[in-house]
């Protein structure tokens, strides 16, 4: 079963994106910040990385950076879920090696389950 963290600080956006994922036959790790996320890695392995920007205690560059600088994630697919418009945030979430970034404004779920399978489909071609 593929693994994927969803990490968000609003458990209105975290909770139903983590039963839906689920539904969808995801195995769903749930972080509320960055520290959270840590704590989740030491345990368990994951396949994908969903990621707000824009939270408390450790943000989600923040996270990105601190993982990018071990081997086990350096290649890790993160699909950044942010309400963040700033310029400077999105520069450095490519720089970052982020695989996509989705505005949570402009997103619809189905869209983003999309990109979720599509990135399964082609990580196994």
Not at 63 to 75: F, G, H, I, V
Not at 109 to 122: A, G, H, M, P, Q
Request: charged share 25%.
């Amino acid at each position: 079963m593929r693994r994927i963290l969803l990490v968000d600080d609003s458990p209105m956006a975290r909770e139903p994106l983590a039963r839906l994922l689920a539904y969808e036959g995801y195995e769903v790790l749930a972080a509320a910040n960055g520290l959270e996320a840590i704590e989740a890695l030491r345990d368990h392995p994951i396949d994908l990385l969903l990621l707000d920007v824009i939270m408390p205690k450790m943000n989600g560059i923040q996270l990105l950076e601190s993982l990018r600088q071990q081997d086990a994630y350096k290649n890790l697919c993160v699909i950044a879920v942010t309400g963040s418009m700033d310029r400077a945030h999105l520069s450095r979430l490519r720089e970052l090696g982020v695989t996509e970034i989705v505005i949570k404004a402009r997103f619809k779920i189905d869209e983003l389950l999309n990109r979720v399978k599509t990135y399964f489909v082609s990580a196994t071609d």
